[in-house]
Structures are given as structure tokens and as C-alpha cells.
């Protein structure tokens, strides 16, 4: 039986984009709901930078032709999100066992893609009793799978944080004009593999993909900056301690420039009950995109 949080409430409705609810320690936590709220839910963590309308981007239309509910939340610091002093990855389960119990979900389905990663396994591992089922899609691994990058993220955070503040500044900043924006990241994509190319030359998803990067960095660069820090640290449990019970699943595009397929595979291999899907050919965000219909089916199976 769900037990009902206590001093919950919805503090803004509009069209589903802008929902809340205050926890039980006065934080607020921001998020959308698209779909069927009668069908299975599913859990979307957004990647980083990024914010509960990445949950858009996934296509509203094939949602409901799927007939899933998918719930995309802000992380602390982030969208409509009040920002967590000291969080650590392993908070986030119970952010999201009062979001379910708020709306009367017992059983639900998390999935995170690129940095929402972490968050996903961080419940699989928490809370693999509330789960049915956890989904890893184009997912950053911890530290200890840097696998295949000389200098990576996680490297420059560890050692030079003041200069990773300096780079989400300048991103945050990058992101104010819209217009501006767009023409910056199509000149990043140029630098993309060719199926992320691809997935950018659509007008449509590259304002959205804009928008809801720009939405992490609402509240300035707390949120981002923690987070970033977080990434580059131990997470705080061993994949391997994940309950075997819990099917969890890993797809990953084996051309992914932003995440080398090596951590995806290097998680599945410690993960008790992982199944992983690697594409030839496919990109950071690519994966997602092109086989979003394949990955609710399997993960609401």
C-alpha cells in the first residue's frame, strides 16, 4: 500500500510543463507528466545539463501511442527544482519514492539517459522494491570506468574545478538567446558522428533540445555545478550490489563521441541482471531518438 506524503502540494499547473510539489523538507521539486496518467509509469532523469522538458523531446504522440505515462523530473538546483546543499546521488530515490507516492504510483519504471545515468542505478540500487523495471540509455558510468578517455570531464572537475565553473558559465550564458544558441550548436554538431548530425538538422528537436538545456541553468549555476562535481566522485554503492531480482537494461551507440560505449559496457558487465544493447553507428543522442520505441517497449514488458 502507498503511504500518502504528508504537507504535499501542487504549487503550479500549466499544461503539465510547470508541476511541483514541496517535500517533506520544504524543498520544492519540479516536474512534468505527459501520457496516460492510468498507464505505466516511467521515470525520465534528463541528462546534464538538462531539465524535466527533456521528457518533450521523446514525442508526445508516440507516448501515448505506447500507452506509458513518463514523468520527467528536475534534479536539485535545476528547472523548477530548489537547489540540495551536500546531496549526494543517493538521495535522489527518496526525492522520487514522495513524487510516486504523491501521485499514487506503487510500481514504476526509471530510465536515465547520459547523466541521469547515475540516478537510475542509484534507485535500482536503493529501491529495487518500488521498480519494475531500470533503464540505462547512453548512461555516464562512475569514475571508476574511465575507460578510453585520456582527459575526461570527470579529470578536469576533480583537479581544476574552478575551471568547470567557468565552462557551465559560459554554456549557461551561450544558452540566453535562443537564436543564438541554435547557430552554436549546429556548429558543435558538425563535430557530431553522423547520426547525431542527423538528429540536429531537425529544426523542431534542436529548439527543444535549446530549451530544455537552458532550463537547467534557471537558477544560475549552483545546480549544474554540484552536480558536475557529484559525476566526478565515487557514487556511493557498487553496481554490482544492485539486486539481481530487478532487470535492468543498457543501450548505448557504439560511435556515442560524449560517452565512449566502453562505460555502458563496462557497467552491464557488473550489473547482476543487465541486459546491453549496443548500436553500430549510433551517437549520444541518437540512441535514444531512433530506438525510443523499442526501449519503452522492453522496459514496460
Known amino acids: 500500500m502507498i503511504l500518502f506524503v504528508k504537507e504535499v502540494q501542487i504549487l503550479s499547473k ?81 526525492d522520487i519514492i514522495e513524487l510516486a507516492d504523491f501521485l499514487n504510483i506503487e510500481k514504476f519504471i526509471v530510465e536515465g539517459i547520459s547523466g541521469g545515468g547515475p540516478y537510475a542505478a542509484a534507485c ?54 535562443q537564436k543564438k544558441a541554435e547557430k552554436s550548436m549546429k556548429k558543435t554538431a558538425k563535430k557530431l558522428p553522423e547520426a547525431d548530425r542527423l538528429i540536429f538538422d531537425d529544426p523542431t528537436t534542436l529548439s527543444l533540445f535549446i530549451k530544455e538545456s537552458a532550463e537547467a541553468f534557471k537558477q544560475g549555476l549552483k545546480g549544474t555545478y554540484h552536480e558536475g562535481k557529484l559525476y566526478a566522485k565515487s557514487w556511493g554503492f557498487n553496481l554490482e550490489d544492485i539486486s539481481p531480482k530487478l532487470k535492468v537494461y543498457i543501450w548505448h551507440g557504439e560511435a556515442d563521441t560524449a560517452v565512449p560505449v566502453s562505460m555502458g559496457r563496462g557497467m552491464c558487465e557488473l550489473i547482476p541482471n543487465c541486459k ?12 535514444i531518438l531512433n530506438h525510443f520505441k523499442d526501449i519503452i517497449s522492453t522496459l514496460i514488458s
Request: aromatic share 10%; hydrophobic share 40%; with cysteine.
Open 124 to 177: 535500482a540500487y536503493k529501491i529495487p522494491e518500488r521498480l519494475h523495471s531500470c533503464g540505462i540509455i547512453s548512461g555516464l558510468a562512475s569514475k571508476d570506468l574511465e575507460i578510453e578517455n585520456k582527459i575526461h570531464l570527470f579529470t578536469v572537475i576533480r583537479l581544476f574545478p574552478w575551471l568547470f565553473k567557468v565552462m557551465m558559465w559560459f554554456q549557461a550564458r551561450g544558452m540566453k538567446d
Open 14 to 94: 500549466k499544461a503539465n510543463l510547470e508541476q511541483s510539489i514541496i517535500l517533506k523538507d520544504g524543498r520544492k521539486l519540479g516536474y512534468i507528466d505527459l501520457g496516460d496518467p492510468d498507464a505505466k509509469a516511467i521515470f525520465h532523469f534528463h541528462g546534464f545539463p538538462g531539465s524535466r522538458l527533456e521528457a518533450t523531446i521523446l514525442s508526445e504522440e508516440e507516448i501515448k501511442r505506447l500507452n506509458v505515462r513518463v514523468i520527467g523530473i528536475d534534479r536539485p538546483g535545476m528547472g523548477l527544482s530548489d537547489f540540495k546543499k551536500n546531496r549526494t546521488l543517493l538521495d535522489w530515490p527518496n
Open 276 to 287: 546491453g544493447t549496443f548500436y553500430p553507428g549510433e551517437g549520444h543522442y541518437s540512441t
